[in-house]
Each structure stands twice: as structure tokens, then as C-alpha cells.
């Protein structure tokens, strides 16, 4: 289930998180067009499947509250409590994948996708070694299609992971 790439038209994808609604809020809220399959949710923080991976299974996890600055706008403990929901989640889509390494980074810019949110990204066994690292995170080589059978069905798989304590 590595997933092969289709070209993405990042240019549409940059405007929009420029000038659009906060994506983590506007899914928080509701609203259809940022529906995202949802694996973790305890109140808090929010764990759902990344609607444009580059590596199948990539996992967004993010505080309720709307925050932009890790650093100045979590206390130490919210910090730690937000870093726990990534690694029991990172140890849910392990044990559903079985990626030969887990790449785990905070993403997003004041310029766009301030939100705060980590990406728990899988990579699978057997990917060559120069397509690995920024490479695979990168969506100017494409993102993989998924369909929303797919994400549904994986994400039964990781909330299940998450419920048996992964």
C-alpha cells in the first residue's frame, strides 16, 4: 500500500491555505469542504487523515485551540500533552503500517496553515534511499490518491490501533 503519486497543483493548494479559512478550525467546525476521516479525538487535540499525503497513512494531529506558535502559545504542559497525542498516534499508524522509519514534524507558516499540527508520516520499506526524507514529504512530487473508501477503511484500522492502546 505504498502508493504511487499523481501530480498535485500546488499552486491552487498555496492560495487557498493564503487566503482561506484556518483548515483545522474550518474542519473543527463542520464545514464539508475540510472534512477530514478522523482517528483520534480527546478533546483537546485531534488526530485525522492528511487529505493530500505524500506517503499513505500521513496523519495530522493538532490542538483543538487555535494556536499558531508552539513556542509562545502553549505552556510546557500543553506542549507535552500535545506531544504525547503524536507519539501514541505515530505508534497507531505503526502498528497499522509497518513504515521503515516515521517522520514526525510540525509544519505550517503565519503566511498560511498557521494552525499548529504535527505530521505523523510513514514511510514504507523499500523506498530508495534519495527519495526518502524531505523527498517523500514533499507535494511538489506529487500526492498519493486516495479514495474515500480508503480512508475510511484505514481509518478504522488506526482507531481500532488507538483503542487497544498502540
Same mark, same amino acid.
Given at each position: @500500500?505504498?502508493?504511487?503519486?499523481?501530480?498535485?497543483?500546488?499552486?491552487?493548494?498555496?492560495?487557498?491555505?493564503? &487566503?482561506?479559512?484556518?483548515?483545522?478550525?474550518?474542519?473543527?467546525?463542520?464545514?464539508?469542504?475540510?472534512?477530514?476521516?478522523?482517528?483520534?479525538?480527546?478533546?483537546? +487535540?485531534?488526530?485525522? /487523515?492528511?487529505?493530500?499525503?505524500?506517503?499513505?497513512?500521513?496523519? /495530522?494531529?493538532?490542538?483543538?485551540?487555535?494556536?499558531?506558535?508552539?513556542?509562545?502559545?502553549?505552556?510546557?504542559?500543553?506542549? *507535552?500533552? /500535545?506531544?504525547?497525542?503524536?507519539?501514541?498516534?505515530?505508534?497507531?499508524?505503526?502498528?497499522?503500517?509497518?513504515?521503515?522509519?516515521?517522520?514526525?514534524?510540525? *509544519?505550517?507558516?503565519?503566511?498560511?496553515?498557521? +494552525?499548529?499540527?504535527? +505530521?505523523?508520516?510513514?514511510?514504507?520499506?523499500?523506498?530508495?534511499?534519495?527519495?526518502?526524507?524531505?523527498?517523500? *514529504? @514533499?507535494?511538489? +512530487?506529487?500526492?498519493?490518491?486516495? &479514495?474515500?473508501?480508503?480512508?475510511?477503511? /484505514?481509518?478504522?484500522?488506526?482507531?481500532?490501533?488507538?483503542?487497544?492502546?498502540?
Amino acid at each position: @500500500m505504498a502508493g504511487a503519486r499523481e501530480p498535485w497543483d500546488l499552486a491552487a493548494y498555496e492560495r487557498r491555505a493564503r &487566503s482561506g479559512r484556518c483548515f483545522v478550525c474550518a474542519y473543527l467546525a463542520g464545514e464539508p469542504d475540510f472534512a477530514h476521516e478522523v482517528v483520534y479525538d480527546d478533546g483537546p +487535540h485531534v488526530a485525522f /487523515l492528511n487529505r493530500y499525503p505524500t506517503l499513505v497513512g500521513s496523519t /495530522l494531529v493538532a490542538p483543538r485551540r487555535h494556536v499558531e506558535d508552539v513556542v509562545n502559545e502553549l505552556t510546557p504542559g500543553e506542549y *507535552l500533552d /500535545l506531544q504525547a497525542v503524536v507519539h501514541r498516534v505515530a505508534r497507531a499508524v505503526a502498528e497499522v503500517l509497518g513504515p521503515e522509519r516515521t517522520y514526525l514534524l510540525s *509544519l505550517g507558516s503565519a503566511q498560511g496553515n498557521a +494552525h499548529v499540527h504535527w +505530521h505523523v508520516a510513514p514511510l514504507p520499506p523499500g523506498v530508495p534511499y534519495e527519495r526518502q526524507q524531505y523527498h517523500a *514529504l @514533499m507535494a511538489e +512530487h506529487g500526492v498519493v490518491p486516495q &479514495s474515500p473508501d480508503q480512508l475510511a477503511a /484505514l481509518g478504522a484500522r488506526l482507531r481500532a490501533a488507538l483503542a487497544h492502546g498502540a
